[in-house]
T-cell receptor, first 115, second 113 residues
Framework: DTGVSQNPRHKITKRGQNVTFRCDPI?????LYWYRQTLGQGPEFLTY????????KSRLLSDRFSAERPKGSFSTLEIQRTEQGDSAMYLC?????????????FGPGTRLLVL | KQEVTQIPAALSVPEGENLVLNCSFT??????LQWFRQDPGKGLTSLLL?????REQTSGRLNASLDKSSGRSTLYIAASQPGDSATYLC????????????FGTGTRLKVLA
């Protein structure tokens, strides 16, 4: 399977714990996005990488959130000191080619539940 | 600030019917607009992308139109099938200065056999 993969698919944690999610994009894609989606809502943009450079971060990405993309390949999203409000689906998408006709390919998501 | 609205929030139709999903956005200075499909508990699948200079795009039974001046896009689905049941989302990207896509809240479609 050469699509976008995300791990873990599900994560249950207690409030105050740290969690880390991983995204493996399509190998030839240089652009990578993280989104958060809560029930009944559309995805909300969190951050964007072009290769290893993090070029944009949403104000939603508080200081408890950090994302990395070392070597421009896989990416990790870490949430420190989780809160119940962090419970959501975290989606990763990758894209390549000209930006004007960019199609984002989404992974299956990581569903986080903070107890 | 760009806001994206989708109406209706939910739609239930009998199989075979043609239907239209609506997307409106407040800032007409967009780079492109995409329509996505999301199945329950899954990620999103891109259906159609319309560049700001285009008026419509077609793929199979799907046709998406864009009217930037009025801040609207429609997704037309012909001869709907039960397999079309899903949530349909539109997303817009501003002209410049951002890579961010702003998503609507989606239309939840159910096609009855």
């Amino acid at each position: 399977d050469t699509g976008v993969s995300q791990n873990p698919r599900h994560k249950i944690t207690k409030r105050g714990q740290n969690v880390t999610f991983r995204c493996d994009p399509i190998s030839e894609h240089n652009r990578l996005y993280w989104y958060r989606q809560t029930l009944g809502q559309g995805p909300e943009f969190l951050t964007y990488f072009q290769n290893e450079a993090q070029l944009e971060k949403s104000r939603l990405l508080s200081d408890r959130f950090s994302a990395e993309r070392p070597k421009g390949s896989f990416s990790t999203l870490e949430i420190q000191r989780t809160e119940q409000g962090d419970s959501a689906m975290y989606l990763c998408a990758s894209a390549g080619g000209p930006p004007a006709v960019e199609t984002q390919y989404f992974g299956p998501g990581t569903r986080l539940l903070v107890l | 600030k760009q806001e994206v609205t989708q109406i209706p929030a939910a739609l239930s139709v009998p199989e075979g019917e043609n239907l239209v999903l609506n997307c409106s956005f407040t800032d007409s200075a967009i780079y492109n607009l995409q329509w996505f499909r999301q199945d329950p508990g899954k990620g999103l699948t891109s259906l159609l992308l319309i560049q700001s200079s285009q008026r419509e795009q077609t793929s199979g039974r799907l046709n998406a139109s864009l009217d930037k001046s009025s801040g609207r896009s429609t997704l037309y689905i012909a001869a709907s099938q039960p397999g079309d049941s899903a949530t349909y989302l539109c997303a817009v990207r501003r002209v410049s200065g951002t890579y961010k896509y702003i998503f609507g809240t989606g239309t939840r479609l159910k096609v009855l056999a």
